[in-house]
Protein backbone atom coordinates (compact mmCIF):
# COMPACT_ATOMS: atom_id res chain seq x y z
CA UNK A 1 0.00 0.00 0.00
CA UNK A 2 1.05 3.29 -0.66
CA UNK A 3 2.02 5.52 2.18
CA UNK A 4 2.99 9.38 2.23
CA UNK A 5 4.38 10.70 5.33
CA UNK A 6 4.53 14.81 5.64
CA UNK A 7 6.63 17.29 8.15
CA UNK A 8 6.38 19.09 9.86
CA UNK A 9 2.52 19.22 10.99
CA UNK A 10 3.16 22.83 11.20
CA UNK A 11 5.65 25.85 10.40
CA UNK A 12 5.40 29.28 11.47
CA UNK A 13 7.70 31.55 9.41
CA UNK A 14 8.46 35.16 9.51
CA UNK A 15 7.97 36.94 6.54
CA UNK A 16 11.31 36.60 3.99
CA UNK A 17 12.29 33.24 5.90
CA UNK A 18 13.30 30.26 3.78
CA UNK A 19 12.52 26.84 5.13
CA UNK A 20 11.34 23.79 3.63
CA UNK A 21 8.59 20.86 3.73
CA UNK A 22 9.32 17.27 3.57
CA UNK A 23 7.52 14.55 2.17
CA UNK A 24 8.75 11.17 2.71
CA UNK A 25 6.73 8.38 0.45
CA UNK A 26 7.00 4.58 -0.09
CA UNK A 27 5.05 3.52 -2.90
CA UNK A 28 6.01 0.61 -6.06
CA UNK A 29 6.88 1.84 -9.14
CA UNK A 30 6.24 5.87 -9.19
CA UNK A 31 3.77 7.40 -11.64
CA UNK A 32 3.84 10.90 -10.41
CA UNK A 33 4.16 12.69 -7.17
CA UNK A 34 2.12 16.09 -6.99
CA UNK A 35 1.66 18.95 -4.43
CA UNK A 36 -0.92 21.10 -3.74
CA UNK A 37 -2.23 24.01 -1.98
CA UNK A 38 -5.37 24.36 0.45
CA UNK A 39 -6.84 27.36 1.48
CA UNK A 40 -8.95 27.18 4.83
CA UNK A 41 -12.82 26.74 3.71
CA UNK A 42 -11.11 25.80 0.00
CA UNK A 43 -10.09 22.75 -1.97
CA UNK A 44 -6.42 21.73 -3.14
CA UNK A 45 -4.98 23.79 -5.96
CA UNK A 46 -2.78 21.70 -7.94
CA UNK A 47 1.01 23.15 -8.04
CA UNK A 48 2.91 20.90 -9.14
CA UNK A 49 4.28 17.09 -10.83
CA UNK A 50 7.25 15.28 -10.36
CA UNK A 51 7.94 12.24 -11.68
CA UNK A 52 11.78 11.45 -11.50
CA UNK A 53 14.41 11.38 -8.86
CA UNK A 54 16.31 14.69 -9.34
CA UNK A 55 13.43 16.61 -11.15
CA UNK A 56 12.36 20.22 -9.94
CA UNK A 57 9.62 22.30 -10.71
CA UNK A 58 9.87 25.92 -9.87
CA UNK A 59 6.29 28.39 -9.29
CA UNK A 60 7.36 32.06 -7.87
CA UNK A 61 8.43 31.53 -4.36
CA UNK A 62 8.13 27.93 -3.98
CA UNK A 63 10.18 24.91 -5.87
CA UNK A 64 9.52 21.36 -5.52
CA UNK A 65 12.27 18.91 -5.35
CA UNK A 66 12.17 14.95 -5.30
CA UNK A 67 14.54 12.44 -4.93
CA UNK A 68 13.75 8.26 -4.83
CA UNK A 69 12.49 8.32 -1.52
CA UNK A 70 11.41 11.73 -0.39
CA UNK A 71 9.95 15.29 -1.87
CA UNK A 72 10.61 18.72 -0.51
CA UNK A 73 8.88 22.19 -1.27
CA UNK A 74 11.43 24.82 -0.25
CA UNK A 75 9.37 28.24 0.07
CA UNK A 76 12.17 31.07 -0.54
CA UNK A 77 11.17 34.99 0.85
CA UNK A 78 7.87 33.90 1.97
CA UNK A 79 5.20 36.31 2.10
CA UNK A 80 2.29 35.87 4.11
CA UNK A 81 0.12 34.92 1.34
CA UNK A 82 1.99 32.09 1.28
CA UNK A 83 -0.01 30.88 4.45
CA UNK A 84 -2.04 27.71 3.77
CA UNK A 85 -1.91 23.80 3.82
CA UNK A 86 0.81 22.08 1.16
CA UNK A 87 -0.66 18.66 0.56
CA UNK A 88 1.88 15.92 -1.05
CA UNK A 89 0.72 12.83 -2.90
CA UNK A 90 1.50 10.19 -4.85
CA UNK A 91 0.23 7.92 -7.78
CA UNK A 92 1.82 4.32 -8.24
CA UNK A 93 2.17 2.89 -11.41
CA UNK A 94 -0.03 -0.25 -9.93
CA UNK A 95 -3.12 1.45 -10.41
CA UNK A 96 -4.91 5.14 -10.71
CA UNK A 97 -5.41 5.67 -6.69
CA UNK A 98 -4.04 8.57 -5.41
CA UNK A 99 -2.39 8.60 -2.10
CA UNK A 100 -2.55 12.18 0.34
CA UNK A 101 -0.04 13.02 2.91
CA UNK A 102 -1.65 14.38 6.23
CA UNK A 103 -0.30 18.13 4.77
CA UNK A 104 1.88 20.90 6.55
CA UNK A 105 0.17 23.77 7.70
CA UNK A 106 2.55 27.12 6.92
CA UNK A 107 1.77 30.29 8.39
CA UNK A 108 3.88 33.17 7.77
CA UNK A 109 3.88 36.52 9.91
CA UNK A 110 4.20 39.86 8.64
CA UNK B 1 -15.21 29.86 -15.89
CA UNK B 2 -13.70 26.22 -15.62
CA UNK B 3 -15.28 24.33 -12.55
CA UNK B 4 -16.02 21.30 -10.43
CA UNK B 5 -19.64 21.88 -8.18
CA UNK B 6 -20.46 20.13 -5.66
CA UNK B 7 -24.12 19.90 -3.84
CA UNK B 8 -24.88 20.86 -1.05
CA UNK B 9 -21.91 22.48 0.65
CA UNK B 10 -23.52 22.04 3.55
CA UNK B 11 -25.69 18.68 4.74
CA UNK B 12 -27.17 17.90 8.16
CA UNK B 13 -28.71 14.12 8.27
CA UNK B 14 -29.64 11.62 10.50
CA UNK B 15 -28.41 7.80 10.61
CA UNK B 16 -29.90 5.93 7.90
CA UNK B 17 -31.51 8.33 6.13
CA UNK B 18 -29.93 8.19 2.20
CA UNK B 19 -27.98 11.01 0.39
CA UNK B 20 -26.79 11.87 -2.46
CA UNK B 21 -24.09 14.47 -2.94
CA UNK B 22 -23.60 15.52 -7.01
CA UNK B 23 -20.87 16.61 -8.53
CA UNK B 24 -20.53 17.91 -12.13
CA UNK B 25 -17.97 19.36 -14.19
CA UNK B 26 -17.72 21.61 -17.01
CA UNK B 27 -14.22 20.86 -18.54
CA UNK B 28 -14.65 17.84 -20.08
CA UNK B 29 -12.86 15.70 -18.36
CA UNK B 30 -12.28 11.58 -17.94
CA UNK B 31 -11.23 11.10 -14.88
CA UNK B 32 -12.98 12.05 -11.48
CA UNK B 33 -12.67 11.34 -8.09
CA UNK B 34 -14.30 11.47 -4.54
CA UNK B 35 -11.94 12.16 -0.99
CA UNK B 36 -13.35 12.54 2.19
CA UNK B 37 -10.89 14.76 4.62
CA UNK B 38 -10.78 14.34 8.06
CA UNK B 39 -8.57 16.22 10.29
CA UNK B 40 -4.82 14.65 11.24
CA UNK B 41 -5.91 11.64 8.80
CA UNK B 42 -5.61 14.39 5.17
CA UNK B 43 -7.35 13.20 2.14
CA UNK B 44 -8.56 10.10 1.41
CA UNK B 45 -9.83 8.60 -1.80
CA UNK B 46 -13.41 6.80 -1.77
CA UNK B 47 -13.61 6.19 -5.58
CA UNK B 48 -12.43 7.19 -8.70
CA UNK B 49 -13.11 7.05 -12.57
CA UNK B 50 -11.50 6.94 -15.64
CA UNK B 51 -14.49 7.65 -17.48
CA UNK B 52 -18.27 7.02 -18.32
CA UNK B 53 -18.99 3.36 -16.69
CA UNK B 54 -15.89 2.71 -15.38
CA UNK B 55 -15.56 3.17 -11.77
CA UNK B 56 -12.82 1.48 -9.59
CA UNK B 57 -12.58 1.34 -5.27
CA UNK B 58 -9.97 3.85 -3.48
CA UNK B 59 -8.78 3.32 0.01
CA UNK B 60 -11.85 4.04 1.80
CA UNK B 61 -15.49 2.66 -0.22
CA UNK B 62 -17.12 1.10 2.38
CA UNK B 63 -20.65 2.65 3.26
CA UNK B 64 -20.25 4.49 -0.21
CA UNK B 65 -21.34 4.19 -3.99
CA UNK B 66 -20.83 5.54 -7.03
CA UNK B 67 -22.45 5.73 -10.35
CA UNK B 68 -21.01 7.67 -14.01
CA UNK B 69 -23.77 7.67 -16.22
CA UNK B 70 -22.51 10.43 -18.59
CA UNK B 71 -18.86 11.80 -18.26
CA UNK B 72 -19.51 15.23 -17.00
CA UNK B 73 -21.43 14.18 -13.48
CA UNK B 74 -20.27 11.91 -10.81
CA UNK B 75 -22.52 11.70 -7.70
CA UNK B 76 -21.54 9.69 -4.29
CA UNK B 77 -24.37 7.97 -2.72
CA UNK B 78 -24.87 7.13 0.68
CA UNK B 79 -27.04 4.50 1.01
CA UNK B 80 -27.52 4.24 5.19
CA UNK B 81 -25.22 7.21 6.41
CA UNK B 82 -23.62 6.76 10.08
CA UNK B 83 -21.68 8.92 12.26
CA UNK B 84 -18.23 8.02 11.17
CA UNK B 85 -19.38 9.30 7.76
CA UNK B 86 -19.02 12.48 9.24
CA UNK B 87 -16.88 14.16 6.94
CA UNK B 88 -15.50 17.00 4.13
CA UNK B 89 -16.16 15.23 0.75
CA UNK B 90 -14.33 16.76 -2.36
CA UNK B 91 -15.11 16.06 -5.63
CA UNK B 92 -12.05 16.58 -7.97
CA UNK B 93 -11.56 15.83 -11.99
CA UNK B 94 -8.58 15.10 -14.16
CA UNK B 95 -7.99 16.15 -17.90
CA UNK B 96 -5.36 13.71 -18.24
CA UNK B 97 -6.27 9.47 -18.43
CA UNK B 98 -2.66 8.72 -17.60
CA UNK B 99 -1.25 10.91 -14.70
CA UNK B 100 -4.82 11.84 -12.79
CA UNK B 101 -2.94 13.31 -10.02
CA UNK B 102 -2.97 16.94 -11.37
CA UNK B 103 -7.02 17.16 -10.17
CA UNK B 104 -8.91 20.04 -10.25
CA UNK B 105 -11.08 20.11 -7.05
CA UNK B 106 -14.51 21.07 -5.76
CA UNK B 107 -15.23 23.48 -3.18
CA UNK B 108 -16.25 20.56 -1.02
CA UNK B 109 -19.28 19.20 1.32
CA UNK B 110 -19.37 19.06 4.83
CA UNK B 111 -21.52 16.41 5.85
CA UNK B 112 -22.95 15.79 9.24
CA UNK B 113 -24.48 12.65 10.49
CA UNK B 114 -26.33 12.74 13.67
Known amino acids: EDQVTQSPEALRLQEGESSSLNCSYT??????LFWYRQDPGKGPEFLFT???AGEEKEKERLKATLTKKESFLHITAPKPEDSATYLC???????????FGAGTTVTVRA | EAQVTQNPRYLITVTGKKLTVTCSQN?????MSWYRQDPGLGLRQIYYSMNVEVTDKGDVPEGYKVSRKEKRNFPLILESPSPNQTSLYFC?????????????FGEGSRLTVL
Open chain 1, 27 to 32: VSGLRG
Open chain 2, 27 to 31: MNHEY
Open chain 1, 89 to 99: AVQGVADYKLS
Open chain 2, 92 to 104: ASSASSGITGELF
Open chain 1, 50 to 52: LYS
